[in-house]
């Protein structure tokens, strides 16, 4: 079933983006691939694919990833290869991926899942109560944003983007006060000679499937679906089926903030979850426990909660044309797809689109 394997000669293409975390991402999953068939590093080759995510132009200028587009721009391009035949497999940082593959791709392995929690990082400052009224913090998650605004109303949050090096020269700079990076992407890059204090879940809720890799395949590549078996971490299977679950439940993109963690104890599974207005005003908050066999059954039901609990236009300013301007009404004549005149716009609560 998995014979032949990969040699030098025809080497098992991994795609990846290009980034040092990216990277080290790609080389742990061709380590470890190597160790389980005792294979040569050179059985393998890494390809680094630029993303639409990547664009160098777009982050010095610290654009908002909501208007770059969804979740798909750090995903897309390494997609296109491996259905093309490009490559074999994607390492994909699992909090990037959109709920869905493509047709024709499957991501059914995980390697085991790092330290999921956010990383504070501030020179002179022990932790997020520490930091002054005005105090300038930088990040580029819309989650993180959401959940310091709402914890602290009285910060200055700023659009940070760049990988992590990127990030602590910009901190460095003082372009920012403050900061927050993922834990794993540190520890994984060996940088955690860095001043820095892990946020407990119970304060800041990491995003969803933060910490865990993904390793996409076709679908019709047995061979190599065979191999990644090898590697596959079933814990974190179980517990990104129940974070994933929630998140598609809520539709999630890169406009909604929202954090969610799975936590597995035996056969018992913890699942919390979080979903908060941009601006922090709001925040709904909720977890279930029960038998890990049903943690897809409990995303649902915990994502269902919180919609309940949070109203019907909660999320209605998702994907609005017009919610850059709260509480005006577009111009007569705007022309807008699917949107019937005279009716509410979909996911605009408080726009109507005039007649004529």
């Given at each position: 079933?998995?014979?032949?394997?990969?040699?030098?000669?025809?080497?098992?293409?991994?795609?990846?983006?290009?980034?040092?975390?990216?990277?080290?991402?790609?080389?742990?999953?061709?380590?470890?691939?190597?160790?389980?068939?005792?294979?040569?590093?050179?059985?393998?080759?890494?390809?680094?694919?630029?993303?639409?995510?990547?664009?160098?132009?777009?982050?010095?200028?610290?654009?908002?990833?909501?208007?770059?587009?969804?979740?798909?721009?750090?995903?897309?391009?390494?997609?296109?290869q491996?259905?093309?035949?490009?490559?074999?497999?994607?390492?994909?940082?699992?909090?990037?991926?959109?709920?869905?593959?493509?047709?024709?791709?499957?991501?059914?392995?995980?390697?085991?899942?790092?330290?999921?929690?956010d990383?504070?990082?501030?020179?002179?400052?022990?932790?997020?109560?520490?930091?002054?009224?005005?105090?300038?913090?930088?990040?580029?998650?819309?989650?993180?944003?959401?959940?310091l605004?709402?914890?602290r109303?009285?910060?200055?949050?700023?659009?940070?983007?760049?990988?992590?090096?990127?990030?602590?020269?910009?901190?460095?700079?003082?372009?920012?006060?403050?900061?927050?990076?993922?834990?794993?992407?540190?520890?994984?890059?060996?940088?955690?000679?860095?001043?820095?204090?892990?946020?407990?879940?119970?304060?800041?809720?990491p995003?969803?499937a933060?910490?865990?890799?993904?390793?996409?395949?076709?679908?019709?590549?047995?061979?190599t679906?065979?191999?990644?078996?090898?590697?596959?971490?079933?814990?974190?299977?179980?517990?990104?089926?129940?974070?994933?679950?929630?998140?598609?439940?809520?539709?999630?993109?890169?406009?909604?903030?929202?954090?969610?963690?799975?936590?597995?104890?035996?056969?018992?599974?913890?699942?919390?979850?979080?979903?908060l207005?941009?601006?922090?005003?709001?925040?709904?908050?909720?977890?279930?426990?029960?038998?890990a066999?049903?943690?897809?059954?409990?995303?649902?039901?915990?994502?269902?909660?919180?919609?309940?609990?949070?109203?019907?236009?909660?999320?209605?300013?998702?994907?609005?044309?017009?919610?850059?301007?709260?509480?005006?009404?577009?111009?007569?004549?705007?022309?807008?797809?699917?949107?019937?005149?005279?009716?509410?716009?979909?996911?605009?609560?408080?726009?109507?689109?005039?007649?004529?």
């Amino acid at each position: 079933m998995m014979t032949p394997l990969p040699t030098p000669a025809a080497p098992l293409k991994i795609g990846t983006r290009g980034s040092p975390l990216a990277l080290a991402q790609a080389h742990e999953t061709r380590d470890r691939l190597a160790a389980a068939f005792d294979l040569p590093q050179d059985a393998f080759e890494v390809v680094v694919i630029k993303t639409t995510g990547d664009d160098r132009a777009m982050i010095a200028a610290d654009r908002p990833l909501k208007e770059i587009g969804n979740k798909g721009l750090f995903t897309k391009e390494i997609e296109e290869q491996l259905l093309s035949g490009g490559i074999d497999i994607a390492v994909h940082s699992m909090k990037d991926m959109p709920t869905e593959q493509p047709e024709g791709l499957v991501l059914d392995c995980y390697l085991p899942r790092e330290d999921e929690r956010d990383a504070f990082i501030s020179p002179g400052h022990a932790g997020l109560a520490a930091l002054p009224v005005g105090t300038v913090v930088g990040t580029s998650s819309l989650r993180r944003r959401a959940q310091l605004l709402n914890r602290r109303p009285d910060l200055q949050v700023v659009e940070f983007r760049g990988n992590v090096q990127t990030r602590l020269k910009k901190l460095e700079d003082g372009v920012v006060a403050a900061t927050f990076l993922a834990m794993a992407g540190l520890r994984r890059m060996d940088m955690t000679d860095i001043p820095m204090t892990a946020m407990s879940p119970d304060d800041m809720l990491p995003a969803i499937a933060q910490g865990a890799i993904g390793i996409e395949r076709r679908s019709d590549d047995t061979r190599t679906g065979g191999m990644l078996a090898a590697i596959h971490d079933a814990d974190t299977a179980t517990r990104l089926a129940a974070e994933r679950t929630f998140l598609a439940a809520l539709d999630g993109s890169c406009e909604t903030p929202i954090a969610g963690l799975a936590e597995l104890d035996g056969n018992r599974l913890r699942l919390r979850g979080e979903i908060l207005a941009p601006d922090g005003s709001a925040s709904h908050a909720g977890e279930l426990s029960g038998p890990a066999a049903d943690g897809t059954a409990m995303g649902r039901a915990l994502a269902e909660e919180l919609l309940a609990r949070a109203g019907p236009d909660f999320f209605a300013w998702r994907g609005c044309p017009f919610r850059k301007h709260p509480g005006r009404t577009p111009p007569a004549g705007v022309f807008l797809t699917k949107i019937i005149q005279g009716r509410r716009a979909p996911g605009c609560a408080g726009f109507k689109i005039p007649r004529g």
